[in-house]
């Protein structure tokens, strides 16, 4: 697997990739000089131009085209995402199809969201004037993506981006770089003028260059919380999106459909291997279901089969470095060592770490306040409604929860005290629809993601007004 030349060449050392499952050799890209800013910006305002010239309709056909091209090359695209990601396949085909659906939903935007009527004539002394404001493109931006999605959370970014008429600098992860690079060919191949995006990789130094460049409007960033602060504090004057993850709780009431919520906490749980941002990381049980709950997830845990992520039975997949799996490793035998029991899993074979449950971690630990972004789940019962409030809202950040209930108005009464950018009932904390705002509360929120909200984001009004008097 070679990488497309999509990017600046220099004579720094090539960045190599390798499989997460077995490290073997993937291929590699070629590394961006810092010194080379300058033209990239260069690249990126002739790409603003374009972009802002170009029709709308014809966004919105290079969008719609390029979802075609990743929909009939699906194969290629899922295994790529298990190569490089570590994703088992039938997690990452789904995952191809949801990159399609934010490319379609990207076009549709493009042709809709165009402005609006002002009313002047509400304000008295304005009857004589008329007007309307537009949705004009902010101009270059910067977008960084993860590796846990790495092909989806890209078209979250340059889907918008285009739709809104502006040009990109993309930096994908250097751990999954060839997903992202396979969509901006999709992209260049439906029609996208070449200047509109350009794919760099580098390390940081390379990315506070392009977050501090004054040029840069905005800076769409999807990462940890350290990485968010260090852009904060270099990118000056400029929008910032950033979706820096959480810690998600799912409670789960005595009147709850039993089933569904157990298969919805294992799955929320320990999808992509638990590197999901919205992953169930805490299940709060009402005290008197706890024991039956308890066990029943244990049991579903202890089926689910971890291993290859190219065969069709693998449920998880490895971590997406070995070293990664180790302080996951590490943060639960310390969670232990403070008094957590240990359930089930907390074992490791490379990059591989079993799917784990824990219960009894003092609120004060590490791993019940941080994101542990692997599949580890803590369990803990709970007297009171009020006292699963409080426990789900205890963490300083907050992306999704979700609860499961059979009653509307504790349903209806956990979303309205819930401190998170989403509340999912009967569901886990980790369903996501691509065309939904989404984003964290608290610490650390900043924007959201969701086609529309992040074409808006990367977008801003100009108002016409007439004078008719």
């Known amino acids: 697997m070679t990488a497309a030349k999509l990017h600046i060449k220099t004579s720094l050392a090539p960045i190599s990739v390798h499989s997460p499952y077995d490290g073997a050799l993937l291929g590699s890209v070629d590394a961006t000089d810092p010194a080379e800013i300058n033209h990239l910006l260069e690249t990126a305002r002739r790409g603003a131009t374009v972009s802002r010239n170009l029709p709308r309709h014809k966004r919105a056909n290079i969008l719609e085209g390029a979802a075609r091209i990743v929909e009939s090359r699906r194969d290629g695209f899922a295994e790529t995402i298990v190569r490089e990601a570590g994703k088992t396949i039938v997690q990452a085909r789904k ?279 692997a599949p580890v789940v803590m369990l803990a019962p709970f007297g009171t409604f009020d006292e699963a409030i409080e426990m789900a809202n205890d963490p300083d950040y907050s992306l999704h929860a979700g609860i499961f209930t059979s009653d509307l108005n504790v349903a209806l009464d956990a979303a309205n005290r819930i401190e998170a950018g989403g509340v999912m009932i009967n569901d886990s904390s980790d369903y996501r629809f691509d065309a939904m705002p989404f984003g964290g509360f608290k610490y650390g929120s900043m924007g959201r993601e969701g086609v529309r909200f992040a074409y808006e984001d990367m977008t801003q009004p100009k108002v016409v007004c007439i004078n008719r008097g």
């Open 95 to 373: 995952e191809v199809l949801r990159c399609v659906n934010t490319l379609k939903l990207s076009a549709e935007e493009a042709k809709r969201n165009a402005g609006e009527i002002v009313p002047f004539d509400a304000y008295t002394g304005s009857e004589q004037r008329q007007g309307w404001f537009t949705r004009e493109p902010l101009g270059i931006i910067t977008a960084i993506t993860p590796y846990n999605d790495p092909l989806n959370l890209v078209a979250h970014k340059l889907g918008p981006a285009i739709a809104g008429g502006n040009s990109v600098l993309l930096k994908p992860s250097n751990l999954t770089p060839f997903s992202a690079i396979k969509l901006v060919e999709a992209l260049r191949e439906a029609g996208l003028p070449q200047e509109v995006i350009t794919a760099i990789h580098g390390d940081r130094e390379l990315v506070t260059a392009l977050i501090s460049a004054r040029e840069v409007r905005m800076v769409s960033f999807t990462g940890g919380f350290a990485a968010g602060e260090a852009i904060s504090r270099a990118a000056g004057l400029k929008k910032l999106a950033m979706e820096l993850g959480g810690n998600a709780p799912v409670i789960v009431m005595n009147d709850c459909e039993f089933d569904k919520a157990v298969e919805g906490c294992v799955s929320g749980a320990f999808w992509a291997a638990g590197q999901n941002c919205i992953g169930a990381q805490r299940i709060l049980i009402q005290a008197e279901l706890y024991n039956r709950f308890r066990d029943a997830l244990i049991a579903a845990t202890s089926k689910l089969k971890a291993g290859d992520p190219r065969q069709e039975d693998t449920d998880v997949g490895p971590m997406i470095s070995k070293q990664v799996a180790e302080r996951a490793e590490a943060a639960v035998t310390e969670a232990i060592k403070a008094g957590a029991k240990l359930l089930c899993g907390h074992r490791r074979e490379g990059s591989l770490y079993h799917p784990t449950v824990l219960e009894g971690t003092p609120l004060t630990c590490r791993l019940w306040h941080e994101e542990v972004f």
